[in-house]
C-alpha cells in the first residue's frame, strides 16, 4: 500500500517538474534575423494576362515589384497576407524612397479566376494592386524563376490549390532580388525594403 503512494507521489513530483523545467530554463540571447531573403537571379520569359492586357517580364522593368502567389477562393491564408501587403504598401508609402513599388498577385487557379475576378478582388485590399492569371504553363515558368511552388487538384469532389506563401521581391532591371515572408514587422521590414532599395 505504502508503495503504491509512493510510486504516485514520485509521479506527481515528476509532473510538476516537467511543468516547471521550460519556466526554468536560461532565458537566450535574441538573436536578430534579417526580414529579407536576398537573392539574385534571372526571370525565364513569360507572357500572364491583367485586364490592361499582356503581362510578362518586360511589365517588371524600371520599377521594384512585390509578386505573391494565391487565388482568389484561398479561404485565409491570401486574405490575410493582401491584407499586411496593403499595410505594407502604406509603410512604404510614407517613407522617403528613391524607387516606387508596383504590387502583383499571380493566380494560380486560372480555370475559376478570369482577369475581371481577380482585378475586383485584389482592389478590394488596394487599388493599386494587379491580378494576374494565365496558362498553367506560363505559371509554372515564373513560379520557377522566383522559387515558388503550387499545385492544383481539380477534380469535381476535390478541387484543392496549394502555393508557396512567400513574396517575392523583383528589382528594376527584372531580375528576382530577394524574398520575404509577410507574416512580420511591418515596419522592420519596410524599413528593410527602403534601406535594401536605396543602396
Known amino acids: 500500500m505504502h508503495s503504491k503512494y509512493a510510486v504516485l507521489s514520485t509521479l506527481f513530483i515528476g509532473l510538476d517538474l516537467g511543468m516547471l523545467l521550460p519556466v526554468a530554463q536560461p532565458a537566450q540571447s535574441v538573436v536578430t534575423q534579417p526580414v529579407m531573403q536576398k537573392t539574385e537571379r534571372h526571370l ?3 507572357e500572364l494576362h491583367s485586364v490592361q492586357g ?5 511589365a517588371l522593368l524600371e ?3 512585390i509578386v ?3 487565388f482568389t477562393h484561398c479561404p485565409d491564408i491570401c486574405p490575410t497576407a493582401l491584407s499586411r501587403l496593403a499595410a505594407l504598401e502604406t509603410h ?3 517613407r522617403s524612397t528613391e524607387g516606387t513599388f508596383a504590387y502583383v498577385f499571380v493566380s494560380v487557379d486560372p480555370k475559376r479566376d478570369s482577369t475581371p475576378t481577380l482585378n475586383k478582388y485584389v482592389r478590394y485590399f488596394s487599388h493599386s494592386f494587379m491580378g494576374v492569371t494565365g496558362h498553367p504553363e506560363q505559371l509554372k515558368l515564373l513560379a520557377r524563376s522566383l522559387g515558388a511552388q503550387f499545385q492544383v487538384t481539380a477534380k469535381p469532389d476535390n478541387y484543392q490549390v496549394a502555393h508557396s506563401t512567400m513574396l517575392y ?3 528594376p532591371e527584372g531580375k528576382l532580388r530577394g524574398r520575404f515572408n509577410i507574416d512580420t514587422d511591418l515596419t522592420e521590414l519596410a524599413q528593410q525594403l527602403n534601406g ?3 543602396q
Open 44 to 46: 525565364s520569359a513569360f
Open 54 to 58: 499582356t503581362f510578362d517580364q518586360h
Open 63 to 65: 520599377q521594384w515589384t
Open 68 to 70: 505573391m502567389f494565391g
Open 92 to 94: 512604404l508609402t510614407t
Open 169 to 171: 521581391l523583383i528589382g
Open 196 to 198: 535594401f532599395i536605396n
